[in-house]
């Protein structure tokens, strides 16, 4: 059974720094490109960043210089490190698992609040 778990969000000051950490069961991980997403109210879902097995990453635009996402292939997991965060980045940030032959998994997601 594939379980996509995330963890770490919470509330946050403007400026302020939150890992997310998301733990990926029951697949061989190192085959997967990962990434995280997030969804504000209101608004579509969107990519925030990604990370490919071989290791290379991209991010959105919105999150360059800020986000660093990595990962973990003996741990299983891939962490969104958020760094200067803004209230525009207040969202449900969901985890990511995609895969050959379309397989794709998501997390349940977990909020992530931007405010004074």
């Known amino acids: 059974q594939v379980q996509v778990v995330e963890s770490g969000g919470g509330l946050v000051q403007p400026g302020g720094s939150l890992r997310l950490s998301c733990a990926a069961t029951g697949i061989t991980f190192r085959y997967y490109d990962m990434g995280w997403y997030r969804q504000a109210p209101g608004k579509e879902r969107e990519l925030v960043a990604t990370i490919r097995r071989g290791g290379s990453a991209d991010y959105a635009d919105s999150v360059k210089g800020r986000f660093t996402i990595s990962r973990d292939n003996t741990k299983i997991t891939v962490d969104l490190q958020m760094n200067s965060l803004k209230p525009e980045d207040t969202a449900v940030y969901y985890c990511?698992?995609?895969?050959?032959?379309?397989?794709?998994?998501w997390g349940q997601g977990t909020q992530v609040t931007v405010s004074s």
């Open positions: 990511n698992a995609h895969g050959a032959f379309g397989r794709e998994y």
